[in-house]
Nanobody, 115 residues
Framework: QVQLVESGGGLVQAGGSLRLSCSAS????????MGWYRQAPGKQREFVAS???????NYANSVKGRFTVSRDNAENMVFLQMNSLKPEDTAVYYC?????????WGQGTQVTVSS
């Protein structure tokens, strides 16, 4: 089992920045992918960004150039630096840990961007 705890969400004005953090604990493997998904009200959960244990990152087109995903393997943490935030970025952001076909989710953290 893997437990994930997110932090760093909040309310920010459009154009502002936030940094999300996610701490993983439990049966952590060095061969894993961690990342972020988000879910806005009335919408399906969507991919935001991911990063492998070797620090290969992928991004959704909607956040490329604005968001940066990073990780600290020693501390089993993943981060999401969000810049130039837009109202459409408003959502609950969920941390993901994936090890082959095993998926674990955090409880989510709310990000609200006001116009």
């Amino acid at each position: 089992q893997v437990q994930l705890v997110e932090s760093g969400g909040g309310l920010v004005q459009a154009g502002g920045s936030l940094r999300l953090s996610c701490s993983a604990s439990g049966s952590i493997s060095s061969i894993n992918t961690m990342g972020w998904y988000r879910q806005a009200p009335g919408k399906q959960r969507e991919f935001v960004a991911s990063i492998t244990g070797g620090s290969v990152a992928n991004y959704a087109n909607s956040v490329k150039g604005r968001f940066t995903v990073s990780r600290d393997n020693a501390e089993n943490m993943v981060f999401l630096q969000m810049n130039s935030l837009k109202p459409e970025d408003t959502a609950v952001y969920y941390c993901l840990y994936r090890y082959y076909l095993q998926f674990y989710w955090g409880q989510g953290t709310q990000v609200t961007v006001s116009s």
